[in-house]
């Protein structure tokens, strides 16, 4: 640390504030009497406003410098220095990520376990190089991770000196070897330090004014307001507070009630206090402001908001780093920017799938100026097709885009991120149309973003590291909704002072003058918004083993539980409001479970009461004593919509009965099934169904009208089973229709190689067509497990084509997939018309014929009976079967098979089987006949057929009813509540019969 004198600090405990300024006002005579220089080291710039101007009041203003520590020290290192710079927090935070990737790329080449740079280690590290740089050092006999966190620190001290950086403690100790800190005297006014801070002052000669408690505040305020400030420090329960209704408590059932609850209470508040102003602290200020802004407007009440957001909560700040985390997904970030000196990537392969919803993040922001409806075209092309590369993407939103847009997206996409913010910059500043709040918090993020882009440049950050450095950098945002109708029923034409509320964080709050508002409302107080706790934590850990941690701040009677410091804070913001506290407190977490209350708000409690270890003292529900429940609110969650909106509860219009579910209204009926197009424009006149929609109805009409009708599923294009049912149906398709054109009418043991060697070369051929095909079913890998998994596919098919040798010997593939009831070639099945593909029918010498079709899995429910004793006339699954009466109907064909071919690891054949002339053992691989088999083919048809029609016909009547034939059929619903799945699952636990 340099030169340490040995001189003790000098600690004084005050009561109040005014004691402590009045005693600061004597030390500063005192030092100017002396000769001396006095310096008033104070907690923040506004709180250096407030002495200076206490100070000239007092005439002993000239020759005082009131200054935080850290603006102290560096005007001292400005006069004294080496010419190296202070380090800033922007500095500090990209320089420790990259000493995080040196250390992670040094213990990979050294075999050690690397480092994992998660924002909350890279956060923990900072502090420490902030709080103790200075003394960090590898200690003897500490655990590794210590060790490898220590070594990061000393890496990030290398990388201060290569860019004549300095950290302030490290300046701290130069100055003290040049005694620059001689002739002045140090008074520190309620600050709390590090240790290394301390042991400076100390070493300067300073003396520390600390307040135990707060005043009361501003004169003239409730007896309940000013006692509640002194006893939560120092409560007297010989002698609890009567609640008066100075303080009030607002106590939602849950979030959906919470902005609702605040916002009744800073309008009764303002009913009877027009033209007055109000605070409202909560952690996220923010958010609250977006919530509650509206409403107050609306009842001639203006919001300010005042707050530090990270800059991914901006709105510019969310839409630019989507932009960047898929620009870096994608491998184009960044060509002469943050990782340009890197090495190239060389496994490509390692690369994680392009998220689409970034990109489609930005372009439906408002700063990627697209109009609404281009916006939502270039978001769904982007997640509906994996084969859109980062270049695609630019190259769409480019051209979309505007003029300006388009040199702004040519400009990333070419990594050149400086020219692309200064070009966003200027668009931003052209909309004139935008309010001006609006307008400057963007420009606020937009610089922000420059100045890590340059500190991302300087350190040669990756990509990666960059994004996650900008997302947590601070964005000071400022707005303000003005009233839009005035207060008060009779309110007339003359200007009066707007009432107001200004939204901030409970740490602003405290840094208020005594009184600044008339009502405070405490937003949030549960454990999870205000955890208290005085546990050291990794930081602290790895401070102590430097040296330089709470352990020497205790040896020098410096350290403060945080529970105290904490306690104190909460007391002082008690100070800011004269007339009224409002204590909300939400019941229940967003799960619905039980919310606990913050300490902070248990503690205010115990102020009211006589013996705080008697639990029946409180209602257990809310935490208050029956006298302060005539103070408290509360609010259900049942009325959402008023709830949301914190709008007034609207008259009732009319009662519209709630529609029973699984019914479609006579009225809508007639479009319960859309008009089928055909190739050519050709429209069908009459119902139209596919097979697989016949089938997904008989399985569960619920589930049909989800999935058909409403089409609930997602619209991202995937790397599932949509996608390999395509591509392996190709494959084998071609498959069959080349060995035709080779003069062989089907796989056999003799041609089998051959078979396998075409299969492969075919596979091979689709893959690369994939590629470059703009569809949702394409299948496009784009890492190493994804190639793995089509790799498998591959061997899957292989499998199938050596089981297809013995499958039906005496039959042959009639053709290449069979399309039918397509335009004017007409098909009724169950007195609908119906359409579709058949993947292939094997015919023998005698016109018999097996429909085959083709699956990933087949499980027991493609069985025509799921056991043996089940003498069920319509089976689980129905394509098939629709299939087999369309070769009968249609092509003359005599169906003896309809079954289901598995080409996935079960190789299962399942379906249904004309016992009389084919062998389940022989001709079909093993099939059951006790299952699949029948003597009466036809006749199971039709029977089927009929059981269908009369489904057919409660569909069309509009039932739709959540009937599951089983679990199996619930595996893809995207209904997220249904009672009959929650039946069967009871029913598969053991709880009862479906």
């Not at 990737?101 to 902030?130: H, I, M, N, S, W």
């Not at 007297?236 to 408590?249: K, L, N, S, T």
């Not at 454990?527 to 430097?546: I, Q």
């Not at 007639?670 to 139209?688: K, N, W």
Request: with cysteine; proline share 6%; glycine share 8%.
């Amino acid at each position: 640390m340099g030169i340490i004198l040995p001189m003790a600090l000098m600690w004084t405990t005050y009561r109040s504030a005014d004691a402590l300024r009045a005693a600061l006002l004597e030390r500063v005579r005192t030092a100017c009497a002396a000769g001396l220089r006095p310096v008033a080291i104070v907690r923040s710039f506004d709180e250096a406003a407030r002495v200076k101007r206490f100070l000239a009041q007092e005439g002993a203003a000239f020759g005082v410098t009131v200054a935080t520590f850290d603006g102290w020290v560096a005007d001292l290192w400005e006069l004294f220095g080496d010419g190296r710079a202070l380090v800033g927090p922007l500095q500090r935070a990209v320089l420790v990520r990259r000493a995080l990737e040196d250390e992670a790329a040094a213990a990979q080449a050294e075999g050690r376990a690397p480092v994992a740079a998660t924002p909350g280690y890279v956060k923990l590290l900072a502090r420490a190089a902030r709080e103790g740089f200075a003394a960090a050092r590898v200690a003897e006999g500490r655990g590794g991770g210590e060790r490898a966190a220590t070594q990061v620190v000393l890496r990030y001290g290398g990388a201060l000196r290569q860019r004549g950086l300095v950290e302030p403690t490290a300046a701290c100790a130069e100055l003290l070897r040049l005694r620059a800190t001689e002739g002045f005297a140090p008074i520190v006014c309620d600050v709390a330090l590090s240790a290394l801070q301390l042991r400076f002052l100390e070493a300067a000669g300073a003396s520390v004014l600390e307040v135990e408690w707060e005043a009361a505040g501003a004169p003239g305020r409730p007896a309940e307001l000013a006692r509640l400030q002194h006893d939560l420090l120092e409560p007297d329960f010989a002698d609890p507070i009567m609640p008066e209704g100075h303080v009030r408590f607002a106590l939602p059932a849950g979030d959906y009630a919470a902005a609702r609850l605040a916002a009744d209470e800073l309008e009764a508040w303002f009913s009877e206090h027009p033209g007055t102003s109000a605070a409202l602290a909560a952690p996220d200020p923010a958010a609250w402001f977006e919530k509650l802004a509206p409403r107050l407007a609306s009842a001639g009440v203006e919001s300010a908001l005042s707050a530090t957001v990270p800059f991914g909560r901006t709105p510019f700040g969310s839409a630019w780093c989507a932009l960047l985390r898929f620009a870096d997904q994608g491998g184009a970030l960044l060509a002469g920017g943050p990782g340009a000196g890197a090495p190239a990537d060389s496994a490509a392969a390692q690369r994680p799938p392009l998220d689409a919803h970034l990109v489609g993040d930005f372009a439906l922001s408002p700063f990627s100026a697209l109009p609404d409806r281009m916006a939502r075209v270039c978001d769904s092309r982007f997640r509906g097709c994996r084969a859109q590369t980062a270049d695609d993407a630019f190259t769409d939103l480019a051209a979309f885009a505007d003029e300006d847009h388009r040199d702004i997206i040519a400009s990333f996409a070419e990594g050149r991120l400086s020219d692309a913010l200064e070009a966003e910059r200027s668009w931003v500043l052209s909309q004139r149309a935008w309010p001006e709040a609006r307008r400057d918090e963007a420009l606020a993020a937009i610089a922000c973003a420059q100045r890590v882009h340059e500190a991302a440049v300087d350190a040669d950050l990756s990509p990666q590291a960059l994004v996650e450095v900008l997302e947590g950098q601070p964005v000071r945002v400022a707005r303000l909704l003005p009233a839009s109708a005035p207060q008060g029923a009779d309110a007339g034409a003359e200007a009066a002072a707007p009432s107001r509320v200004c939204f901030q964080t409970l740490d602003d709050l405290v840094q208020m003058p005594a009184s600044s508002f008339g009502c405070a409302v405490l937003a949030d107080l549960t454990a999870a918004a205000y955890p208290l706790a005085d546990e050291r934590d990794a930081a602290d850990a790895l401070l102590d083993a430097w040296d330089a941690g709470p352990a020497a701040l205790e040896r020098r009677g410096a350290a403060r539980s945080r529970t105290r410091l904490m306690q104190k804070g909460f007391a002082a913001t008690l100070a800011a409001a004269s007339e009224r506290i409002v204590l909300e407190r939400p019941l229940n977490d967003a799960d619905g479970d039980e919310a606990r209350p913050s300490a902070l708000f248990e503690e205010l409690i115990d102020c009211y009461r006589s013996d705080p270890q008697n639990a029946d003292e409180v209602d257990k529900s809310t935490g208050l004593t029956p006298a302060l429940d005539a103070w408290a609110r509360r609010l259900g969650e049942e009325d959402a919509a008023a709830n949301l909106s914190c709008g007034a509860p609207a008259p009732l219009a009319r009662r519209i009965p709630l529609r029973p579910v699984g019914e479609i209204d006579a009225a809508s009926r007639g479009r319960i099934l859309l008009p089928r197009v055909f190739a050519g424009g050709v429209v069908s006149e009459v119902p139209c169904l596919s097979p697989s929609a016949i089938e997904s109805y008989l399985e569960c009409p619920h589930l049909w009208f989800a999935r058909r009708r409403l089409r609930l599923d997602s619209v991202d294009a995937d790397f599932g089973g949509l996608a390999f049912g395509n591509f392996a149906h190709g494959v084998l398709e071609r498959l069959h229709a080349e060995l035709r054109a080779r003069g062989m009418r089907r796989v056999t043991e003799e041609n089998a190689e051959e078979a396998l060697a075409l299969m492969d070369a075919l596979f091979n051929e689709r893959l690369a067509r994939e590629q470059g095909r703009f569809a949702k079913d394409a299948l496009i890998p784009q890492n190493e497990l994804e190639r793995l998994e089509v790799e498998q596919l591959r061997r899957k098919l292989a499998a199938l084509v050596r089981r297809e040798a013995r499958l039906l010997p005496d039959f042959a593939p009639l053709g290449e997939e069979i399309s039918f009831g397509e335009g004017d070639d007409e098909f009724v099945f169950a007195g609908v018309r119906v359409a579709g593909k058949v993947d292939r029918i094997d015919v023998d010498a005698y016109g018999r014929a097996v429909v085959i079709d083709y699956k990933g899995s087949v499980g027991k429910e493609y069985a025509f009976r799921r056991d043996a004793e089940d003498g069920c006339v319509l089976p689980r699954k129905m394509q098939t079967l629709i299939y087999a009466q369309m070769a009968r109907r249609k092509l003359g064909l005599v169906p003896v098979g309809a079954i289901y071919l598995s080409y996935g690891k079960d190789g299962a054949v399942r379906g249904l089987f004309d016992r009389t002339v084919l062998d389940g053992a022989a001709d079909l691989l093993g099939m059951d006949p006790a299952t699949c088999g029948t003597a009466d083919f036809a006749g199971a048809l039709d029977a089927a057929e009929a059981e269908v029609e009369q489904r057919i016909a409660r569909l069309l009547a509009g039932e739709i009813p959540p009937a599951a034939a089983d679990l199996k059929a619930c595996d893809y619903c995207p209904v997220g509540l249904c009672e009959r799945r929650d039946e069967l699952m009871r029913a598969a636990a053991g709880g009862g019969a479906a």
